[in-house]
């Protein structure tokens, strides 16, 4: 069993910044990527960012030069620094890992619960 919490969410005004954190707990043996996605009501699941296990990472278009991902290995964990929101920036964000039980396991995607952003004056 695999589980992700995630914190950080809240209310932020346009402009401001909010720092999310999920970290991975329970039965895993070994991550792989970590990213954040966010679903926007009515829309669909999109991701935002996303970092690998040696470090690089990829962007939405929407969110480059105002969002930075990161992880530490050895806390089983990965950031989102949201700087320069945005009120488009609001939706439920949700912390992906893909990772393995065991080394005879292949990868599975595990998700968080999602922490709700909301960027409004």
């Known amino acids: 069993q695999v589980q992700l919490v995630e914190s950080g969410g809240g209310l932020a005004e346009p402009g401001g910044s909010l720092r999310l954190s999920c970290v991975a707990s329970?039965?895993?043996?070994?991550?792989?990527?970590m990213g954040w996605y966010r679903q926007a009501p009515g829309k669909q699941r999109e991701l935002v960012a996303a970092i690998t296990s040696g470090g690089s990472t990829n962007y939405a278009d929407s969110v480059k030069g105002r969002f930075t991902i990161s992880r530490d290995n050895a806390k089983n964990a990965v950031y989102l620094q949201m700087n320069s929101l945005k009120p488009e920036d609001t939706a439920v964000y949700y912390c992906n890992v893909v990772g393995r039980v065991d080394d005879t396991s292949p990868p599975d995607d595990y998700w968080g619960q999602g922490t709700q952003v909301t960027v409004s004056s």
């Open positions: 329970g039965n895993i043996f070994r991550i792989n990527d």
